[in-house]
């Protein structure tokens, strides 16, 4: 179910990051077992700034639906991190946050 969408400095690769965020999600055991329902999308940006230091960054945020527990959130949130760190990029802000969507209100259909 999970849509991680990922803002990313666009001197980084976008498709790089997009397999090891699926990797990262998939990992977690908190989602469908071949990782079909895991959605990810990446947006670079070329102009930005990262507080007073010039910095590259990946922020990834992986939107679930609501109802899990912080313990799970974290695990997921850590298992992401843990991918994006074997890029092993240097100057680069790395992030990663879970955010819940609204089980009563979601609406989905696959057409």
Do not use: W
Request: charged share 20%.
């Amino acid at each position: 179910m999970p849509h991680c969408v990922i803002e990313h400095s666009a001197n980084i690769d976008g498709n790089a990051l997009i397999s090891l965020v699926h990797k990262g999600a998939l990992e977690s055991n908190l989602f469908e077992a071949e990782g079909s329902d895991i959605k990810v999308r990446a947006l670079s940006y070329s102009n930005y700034q990262t507080g007073s230091v010039d910095i590259n960054f990946v922020h990834v945020t992986l939107k679930i639906l609501s109802g899990r527990n912080v313990e799970k959130k974290s695990m997921l949130s850590q298992s992401v991190l843990e991918q994006l760190k074997t890029l092993s990029m240097s100057n680069c802000s790395i992030s990663v946050e879970v955010a819940d969507i609204d089980r009563a209100s979601y609406a989905k259909v696959v057409m």
